[in-house]
């Protein structure tokens, strides 16, 4: 475990972000535009009533796919504990300086500079555009158009199931897994622990990086088939939540629905809370 103890250079520019109440002082030399909607409430408003509903003041959350720190931040207003996994060399100098920023929040984080997966070693990271949010162990994505991507670094993995075995479940409030496609074989590798505990998971869903170079009636049958697996890991819970348009979460009666339409029509993907407690 690497606890934060982070060296950055304070330079470059800065601003002030309030998210519900809860402020963040973060670099502003990238990425304006998407600090502009989280300060504007735009960007994810059900990810972060999610963990309002979800962190109990005091406990821990895993932050698993950080990118450059906005969930892990605001999860530790509230958490005593926040363990964030983040493996894009391009993003963590960014993240490492909003850690630094913001010193109070950052004494309850633990940054790990990698990827957990399934297995202790190293991975490939693919993306064209690295340091932006789609950074992924999965060659291909597919959102909006089938493109492969460049493999520009190597990071080092940690085994998800050994790593989480080795913390107290009972005072982990919320587990957020985005790691853009990564999740199909995270979560059925994760099958033993989640049997035996059932922390909050807030999960987003990326179907269209499970596209190869077959037909579409191909990739629509890998992706069903990872989803019915994945699911299957998770049928134990008690209440599913489904992200909606208008920034909040409605009831699911399980997870049927996930395989109702074909997953061109988006049926397979999105953002999703399985709990044992409800999210208002």
């Given at each position: 475990?690497?606890?934060?103890?982070?060296?950055v250079?304070?330079?470059?520019?800065?601003?002030?972000?309030?998210?519900?109440?809860?402020?963040?002082?973060?670099?502003?030399?990238?990425?304006?535009?998407?600090?502009?909607?989280?300060a504007?409430?735009?960007?994810?408003?059900?990810t972060?009533?999610?963990?309002?509903?979800?962190?109990?003041?005091g406990?821990?959350?895993?932050d698993?796919?950080?990118?450059i720190?906005?969930?892990?931040?605001?999860?530790?207003?509230?958490?005593?504990?926040?363990?964030a996994?983040?493996?894009d060399?391009?993003?963590?100098?960014?993240?490492?300086?909003?850690?630094?920023?913001?010193?109070?929040?950052?004494?309850r984080?633990?940054?790990?500079?990698?990827?957990?997966?399934?297995?202790?070693?190293?991975?490939?990271?693919?993306?064209?555009s690295?340091?932006d949010?789609?950074?992924?162990?999965?060659?291909?994505?597919?959102?909006?158009?089938?493109?492969?991507?460049?493999?520009f670094?190597?990071?080092?993995?940690?085994?998800?199931?050994?790593?989480?075995?080795?913390?107290d479940?009972?005072?982990?409030?919320?587990?957020?897994?985005?790691?853009?496609?990564?999740?199909?074989e995270?979560?059925?590798?994760?099958?033993?622990?989640?049997?035996?505990?059932r922390?909050?998971?807030?999960?987003?869903?990326?179907?269209?990086?499970?596209?190869?170079?077959?037909?579409a009636e191909?990739?629509e049958?890998?992706?069903?088939?990872?989803?019915?697996r994945?699911?299957?890991?998770?049928?134990g819970?008690?209440?599913?939540?489904?992200?909606?348009g208008?920034?909040?979460?409605?009831s699911?009666?399980g997870?049927?629905?996930?395989?109702?339409?074909?997953?061109?029509e988006?049926?397979?993907?999105g953002?999703?809370?399985?709990?044992?407690?409800?999210?208002a």
């Amino acid at each position: 475990m690497s606890s934060l103890v982070v060296h950055v250079p304070a330079e470059g520019p800065t601003r002030a972000v309030d998210i519900r109440g809860r402020r963040m002082v973060v670099d502003a030399s990238r990425f304006g535009k998407y600090w502009d909607k989280v300060a504007g409430g735009t960007w994810e408003p059900a990810t972060f009533t999610a963990f309002d509903e979800l962190i109990e003041p005091g406990g821990t959350v895993v932050d698993v796919g950080a990118w450059i720190g906005v969930t892990a931040l605001y999860a530790a207003h509230a958490a005593g504990r926040v363990i964030a996994f983040e493996p894009d060399p391009e993003a963590l100098p960014i993240l490492k300086r909003n850690l630094a920023l913001n010193p109070e929040l950052a004494a309850r984080i633990e940054l790990h500079e990698a990827a957990l997966g399934t297995g202790d070693g190293t991975a490939a990271l693919y993306n064209n555009s690295p340091g932006d949010s789609g950074t992924s162990l999965r060659p291909v994505f597919g959102y909006k158009k089938t493109a492969a991507q460049r493999r520009f670094a190597e990071a080092a993995t940690i085994d998800g199931r050994r790593f989480l075995e080795g913390l107290d479940l009972a005072k982990v409030s919320l587990i957020k897994i985005d790691i853009e496609g990564g999740e199909y074989e995270m979560i059925p590798h994760l099958a033993p622990l989640l049997g035996r505990h059932r922390p909050s998971l807030h999960l987003s869903l990326h179907p269209f990086n499970l596209v190869g170079s077959g037909s579409a009636e191909e990739d629509e049958l890998r992706q069903r088939s990872a989803t019915a697996r994945l699911i299957e890991t998770l049928a134990g819970y008690r209440h599913v939540w489904r992200e909606t348009g208008a920034g909040g979460w409605e009831s699911l009666a399980g997870t049927g629905w996930l395989m109702e339409r074909p997953p061109r029509e988006g049926s397979l993907g999105g953002a999703l809370v399985f709990s044992q407690r409800e999210v208002a």
